[in-house]
């Protein structure tokens, strides 16, 4: 019997070691995915207790100041500014603002740059309940009219650099329906000192009552992203989705002693949110930079004894731009995490600067469908198996056929869409959460929602958000990022749209019609803004047009928005239903050999747009040193 009994033991022994063998070979990653769903399972234990306790962002810093009131929250320029003082600025804004007989949920404007005074402005209309509208200092004349407007501002409070005042001075004309408080002792003009006010101001606790009514959808700030309507879309960033985003980190298992060194701009959803908000909830420190230095980056980073840094794809490409070190390698980071780093540079970058960890993820502001790459795989920005969709049980993550030409979704005879198959390219879509409640994705009423909505997707009446952007899978479930869709491309770092540029440079009298879109760029990273112009009929091409399309431009756009190159074709390039045909062009490229058009690029040396030719194009590379 016994005998008997072992043979049977070593025979099912036998079996179970096979099935661990086969599933080994047929999914080589199945630990892997073992191992994200047990870190999402942690997530959603401490995100649930978060959420169901109403620990909301300025409840994680008040909880902070408590229990490290010495500690580093922030530093910069080689201040160190603790939980406790960063609470003191916090209250004054507070008892400040408290003046205005602002309800909560509504919104007070910050156009501020990357400064401790960002940080204790939020937190301090926070304590009041007050939404916080994250302005792009970049934007100046109608969309910083739209942004404002758009949010529901009650009171605009703008930063101290020289270039936000004069944006905002120029608009004032047109929101003198708003108060406007500058930071600055001696702007004139009818504006009201930010600065003599803070210090006029104690910094009396406000009792957590007066934020009482304050719940999980009510908004906790707007974050501005850029789409193909041409003008800046507020992001409600509600209470709720702002403590799911403070647990981010706790993928990677960001701690009370890390310190994290962030230099995006705070307006962003990747510094503002990610950054500050994980930060906040550990009681870390957020070592912060005004602007990204390729030069002072792993300097600062060894002075400050970082372990934490975030990035975008094009500040690795411009990190492994700067002459190689000895001390490149040597600092304190044991996690890079951010979104962006393409796989051509992935390896040199996490080699040459000795990072163990990626974390690549996918995300967009709007928030509806995101993944993470916790494995190290190049190039990934995460993995959707059929294991890890045990997860996602609801299917609230979809890819799906698009026409990359039109943007437009591939349907099915029952008018449905359809899967996309590995190797495919596919539009990525999600449910919106309930979390989102009944305010939409963005601020401003049904119709701006509806408009990235896609219906009838799966089945007759349901409902997904259009994330905008294409993503393929491979043959082990990993994805990674491709492109974008529609009239939106993305350039150093920002979004920016093809309408509203078009829209500055038909200003021009000389201008008929301008034709905006990306090309790409060896070596960089997204696409470089081109436009396509056709003079009015009168109207010779001459030097002094070009001087008047590059002075229209540097006034009126970001420097990201700025058209590098310009192309003065024939013909209009316009599709049967008589809208702009950007594909062709976008394939064209840039190449004076493959163009017969005229072609300029962006000069800021002689301020003009200058000849691009075959005898110039290398020359063009140098000048800007992309």
Not at 81 to 95: G, I, L, R, T
Not at 129 to 152: D, M, T, W
Not at 596 to 618: A, M, R
């Amino acid at each position: 019997m016994s005998s008997k009994r072992n043979k049977i033991l070593l025979g099912v022994a036998g079996t179970v070691g096979v099935g661990v063998i086969s599933w080994r070979a047929l999914f080589p990653w199945i630990g892997y995915d073992i191992e994200v769903m047990k870190k999402g399972a942690r997530y959603g234990k401490v995100l649930n207790k978060d959420i169901t306790s109403g620990r909301f962002p300025i409840n994680m810093f008040e909880e902070a100041v408590e229990k490290y009131p010495k500690k580093a929250f922030v530093i910069f320029e080689d201040r160190v500014y603790s939980y406790e003082f960063m609470n003191e600025q916090a209250n004054k804004v507070a008892n400040i603002a408290a003046k205005w007989g602002l309800k909560v949920g509504e919104c007070v404007a910050i156009m501020i740059e990357n400064e401790p005074s960002f940080i204790w402005t939020f937190l301090g209309l926070q304590k009041l309940g007050i939404a916080v509208a994250f302005i792009n200092y970049n934007i100046k004349g109608q969309p910083l009219v739209h942004s404002i407007r758009a949010c529901e501002a009650k009171v605009l409070i703008a930063g101290a650099a020289d270039e936000i005042f004069h944006s905002v001075k120029e608009i004032k004309p047109t929101i003198q329906h708003i108060p406007i408080y500058v930071h600055g002792n001696n702007r004139g003009d009818g504006f009201e000192s930010w600065d003599r006010l803070m210090l006029d101001t104690l910094p009396i606790q406000v009792c957590p009552s007066v934020r009482r009514g304050m719940g999980l959808h009510t908004p906790c700030c707007y974050i501005f992203t850029s789409g193909t309507t041409g003008l800046p879309k507020a992001v409600i960033m509600s209470q709720g989705k702002f403590i799911s985003i403070g647990k981010f980190f706790q993928v990677f298992e960001f701690l009370p002693s890390d310190i994290i060194y962030t230099c995006m701009p705070l307006y962003h959803s990747a510094a503002g949110g990610l950054g500050l908000i994980n930060t906040i909830d550990q009681g870390a420190t957020m070592v912060l930079k005004r602007k990204f230095s390729a030069s002072q980056f792993f300097d600062d980073v060894r002075k400050y004894n970082v372990t934490v840094i975030q990035y975008i794809g094009e500040l690795c490409r411009y990190l492994l731009s700067v002459p190689e070190n000895s001390q490149d390698g040597k600092h304190k980071v044991r996690v890079a995490v951010g979104n962006g780093l393409r796989a051509d540079i992935w390896d040199q970058f996490k080699q040459r600067y000795n990072i163990p960890n990626i974390c690549e993820f996918f995300g967009a502001t709007e928030g509806v469908a995101g993944f993470v790459n916790l494995n190290n795989k190049t190039g990934s920005c995460g993995r959707y198996s059929p294991v890890t969709k045990m997860l996602d049980p609801g299917g609230s993550k979809l890819l799906v056929k698009v026409d990359l030409d039109t943007g437009e979704v591939v349907r099915d005879k029952n008018g449905h869409c359809l899967p996309i198959k590995v190797g495919e390219p596919g539009l990525l879509i999600g449910t919106i959460p309930e979390i989102y409640g009944s305010n939409g994705i963005y601020k401003g009423g049904r119709e701006i929602n509806e408009r990235k909505l896609l219906r009838n997707v799966l089945k007759d009446g349901d409902c997904f958000f259009n994330v905008g952007d294409i993503l393929s899978i491979d043959s082990d479930y990993f994805l990674y990022f491709k492109d974008r869709v529609g009239d939106t491309f993305r350039w150093r770092g920002e979004n920016v749209s093809t309408l509203e540029v078009s829209n500055i440079l038909n200003k021009l009298d000389a201008i008929q019609d301008a034709n905006v879109y990306g090309v790409e760029i060896p070596g960089a990273e997204g696409r470089a803004g081109m436009a396509a112009i056709h003079l009015e009929d009168n109207v010779t091409l001459k030097e002094n047009i070009l001087r008047d399309i590059f002075n229209l431009a540097t006034e009126q756009l970001p420097s990201y928005a700025r058209p590098l190159f310009l192309r003065f074709p024939k013909e209009r390039a316009i599709t049967t239903t008589l809208k702009q045909q950007k594909t062709q062009l976008r394939k064209e490229g840039f190449h004076p050999e493959d163009i017969d058009d005229p072609l300029f690029f962006y000069d800021g040396q002689n301020k003009t747009y200058s000849p691009l030719t075959v005898e110039t194009y290398d020359q063009f590379f140098i000048k800007s040193k992309l």
